[in-house]
């Protein structure tokens, strides 16, 4: 029994802090000494190995989410036959038990913890992270660290058509968005629809939809409109019914954008709400989302200096920042690569143009000089590239081929044919076998996934090392 087990493989377990649906929760220690939280999970999640597998990677998933809003994930381990996961320390009380304790929060507190939680999730959007259990037992009140969600990965590590395979409801069904009830895909505005029923309990102190089973519950969230108060508690403002109303949209195109926005436009209507410079701001980030959206970085940037400006340190400002400014330094690659490659095709052209059909081998080291120069630029500016380029989004879509890599492949194609077919020839398609590898590089480094840049790089590579043995043998 765990319970009377203080050794717990390589840590130290200590008091029992709750338990859940996914298992039970610790106060530990690592072997180093520092204080952890651990998860071990319920037997029942133990007997198949699928499962294990499924919670494994997404704990190695989730566990590259670090954020001060996050207890991230550590470790993920087995001992005894008794899987465990490893995370973040947060010493606080979950929601659920605080609001036990408080009751309903007045408007100012209520909006706090929004903004802090609206943080965590929209980090972990833009890193294409959906959470699909955000509820009060998951969000720790902390007094020196504020809100932190726990538990990111579990729900879709047990997903199986919204149940476990011993029949246990995934997620708490107060709080769970309709498109997760009907099966369908998830996305950022699953965890919005959650945080309103959260923002709802936190200022009423009830629950939004309640019921005798879970599938009347289902039903409400599918069908109901929700039934808010005549009369709101002392402090809550004129107009938090119409936030809440379209956080809570039956369909999720229909909510807000981000958990951030969801909660600014809550704010606004508290007599305490949002200053004219944080509106600003937020008009600014609107606006440089759209851009980034379209990979038009340097404006994006520009506008998200401006709100950085106006609120500085802002998480969410500094999230899409980066992105920003890891577009601008693709696009600078992009411009100064093109820059010296056309440099390199008038020089070879005149020197084509003086000695087409020169029939000394060596002719072939001039070119490859000239082709050198955007190589180099080419190499320098990839390594300074941040690897995380362009906008994370929930769903990725697949990258279509560049023309770069299907120009790759057709000059590889042509040149390979003209040098077996035109034996009096081998420096002009000699050179264009190099060329047709430059351009395969070059495209490589600006959409590293796309197989037809490999498929044209190992065509040029091939081309040219047969020219080259059969010029100098």
């Known amino acids: 029994m765990i319970g009377k087990t203080r050794k717990f493989g390589r840590y130290t377990l200590g008091e029992q802090l709750g338990s859940g649906g996914f298992g039970t929760v610790y106060k530990a220690s690592d072997p180093i000494g520092r204080t952890?939280?651990?998860?071990?999970l319920k037997p029942g999640w133990s007997d198949d190995p699928g499962t294990i597998?499924?919670?494994?990677?997404e704990a190695k998933i989730a566990g590259d989410l670090f954020h001060n809003r996050i207890a991230t994930i550590i470790d993920f381990d087995e001992f005894e036959g008794r899987f465990f996961l490893v995370m973040r320390f947060v010493d606080g009380l979950p929601l659920d038990q605080y609001l036990q304790e408080k009751g309903p929060l007045d408007w100012n507190t209520a909006i706090q913890?929004?903004?802090?939680?609206?943080?965590?999730?929209d980090y972990a959007h833009q890193h294409g992270f959906v959470h699909r259990d955000i509820k009060p037992a998951n969000i720790l009140i902390s007094e020196k660290e504020g809100a932190v969600l726990t538990d990111f990965g579990l729900v879709k590590a047990a997903e199986v058509?919204?149940?476990?395979?011993?029949?246990?409801?995934?997620?708490?069904?107060?709080?769970?968005?309709?498109?997760?009830?009907e099966g369908r895909e998830t996305n950022p505005g699953t965890d919005i629809y959650s945080l309103a029923c959260v923002a709802f309990e936190m200022l009423t102190g009830k629950l939004l939809f309640t019921g005798k089973s879970p599938p009347e519950i289902m039903t409400q969230h599918i069908l109901t409109m929700p039934k808010f108060p005549e009369t709101w508690p002392e402090g809550v403002p004129d107009g938090t019914q119409v936030v809440l109303s379209r956080a809570l949209a039956k369909k999720s195109e229909e909510r807000y954008t981000s958990a951030t926005e969801f909660v600014l436009a809550l704010a606004q209507k508290g007599n305490e709400g949002l200053q004219e410079v944080e509106l600003q701001a937020y008009a600014l980030i609107q606006k440089a989302e759209s851009l980034l959206k379209e990979k038009d970085f340097l404006p994006a940037r520009e506008l998200l200096t401006q709100a950085d400006a106006l609120t500085p340190g802002s998480p969410v400002i500094a999230g899409l920042l980066a992105q920003a400014e890891a577009g601008s330094a693709i696009s600078t690659q992009y411009d100064e690569a093109?820059?010296?490659?056309?440099?390199?095709?008038?020089?070879?052209?005149?020197?084509?143009?003086?000695?087409?059909?020169?029939?000394?081998?060596?002719f072939i080291f001039p070119v490859l000089g000239l082709l050198g120069e955007p190589m180099q630029v080419i190499a320098k500016k990839g390594s300074e590239?941040?690897?995380?380029?362009?906008?994370?989004?929930?769903g990725k879509k697949k990258k279509s081929p560049s023309r770069a890599g299907i120009a790759s492949l057709i000059l590889g194609i042509l040149s390979l044919f003209?040098?077996?077919?035109?034996?009096?020839?081998?420096n002009i398609f000699g050179a264009l076998g190099i060329l047709s590898l430059i351009i395969g590089i070059f495209s490589l480094a600006v959409n590293k996934k796309g197989k037809y840049e490999w498929i044209g790089i190992g065509l040029s590579l091939t081309s040219g090392l047969i020219i080259f043995l059969y010029v100098t043998m």
Do not use: C
Request: charged residues 20%; glycine residues 6%.
């Open 113 to 121: 913890i929004l903004r802090e939680v609206a943080e965590g999730l």
């Open 161 to 181: 058509s919204g149940l476990t395979s011993s029949g246990v409801m995934l997620g708490t069904p107060h709080y769970i968005a309709p498109e997760v009830w």
């Open 418 to 426: 003209f040098a077996i077919t035109t034996p009096y020839s081998w």
């Open 338 to 362: 093109v820059y010296h490659l056309q440099i390199a095709r008038e020089k070879a052209r005149a020197v084509f143009s003086a000695d087409p059909f020169h029939s000394d081998p060596q």
């Open 53 to 57: 597998e499924r919670f494994r990677r």
């Open 36 to 40: 952890v939280a651990i998860k071990v």
């Open 385 to 394: 590239v941040p690897n995380s380029v362009g906008i994370e989004k929930i």
